[in-house]
């Protein structure tokens, strides 16, 4: 400002030196207004550089609100899935796990898969198999056992495998459940302190035990195990 005020003088000075007085105070006059021009130039600038940096808080302020806050508001591009999102949400909400009081079999989830049954077992035939489960041998006409993935036939103890007999009285059960399916009416309960489900086909029952300390079975895979045989 002091240097435009400088120039106004002297162009003033050289104005008087050479022309007439009128010109003189015509000079001062647009000198005058070049300086509202300039003041009016400088309120504007500072409007407007005052809006410029309240706009530029608004937006990150606005990127802090979405970006910064750490929970669950997760701002996801147009090519981005929403599965992300869920995904975030899953890690921050561990599903709730099984109480101990529910009972003993379904607290345990199921690693056991049944497929299709393609083996013989004399009088004991089922059409679906724990997956990976082997048969020991020799097979008795009445009773099958079979050894868990984890564990050589061999070496299969009297309670570690699957034993699946046909018997002609029903066995007493203790914590005993009952379910009906498809006409059938399922007894699950504990036997010998092993996990142990019943149904009466025919004229005859058919026994399950599942392995002592089991933790790869539960109520609805015993159910569909014993479902899928019949008795010779």
Request: with cysteine.
């Amino acid at each position: 400002m002091d240097d435009v005020k400088k120039l106004l003088a002297e162009f003033a000075d050289h104005a008087v030196d050479g022309l007439p007085a009128a010109d003189v105070d015509a000079d001062v006059a647009r000198g005058r207004r070049a300086l509202r021009r300039i003041r009016a130039r400088r309120r504007v600038t500072g409007v407007l550089c005052i809006a410029a940096a309240t706009t530029a808080v608004l937006a990150v302020g606005n990127q802090v609100k979405w970006w910064g806050t750490g929970q669950s508001e997760v701002a996801g591009g147009p090519d981005e899935p929403a599965a992300a999102a869920d995904a975030g949400r899953s890690m921050a909400t561990p599903a709730a796990s099984p109480k101990a009081d529910e009972g003993t079999m379904s607290t345990f989830s199921a690693a056991v898969t049944l497929v299709a049954n393609k083996g013989a077992w004399n009088n004991i035939s089922c059409s679906l198999a724990p997956e990976g489960w082997a048969l020991r041998a020799p097979v008795d006409a009445n009773h099958v056992q079979l050894a868990p993935p984890t564990t050589r036939t061999a070496e299969l103890e009297p309670n570690s495998g699957l034993d699946v007999q046909a018997i002609d009285a029903a066995r007493s059960l203790d914590g005993i459940r009952v379910s009906e399916s498809a006409g059938k009416v399922f007894h699950l309960g504990t036997s010998d302190g092993r996990e142990t489900g019943q149904v009466l086909l025919g004229e005859r029952w058919l026994l399950v035990q599942l392995p002592a300390g089991n933790k790869d079975w539960n109520d609805d895979l015993l159910r569909r195990f014993m479902a899928s045989c019949t008795l010779n």
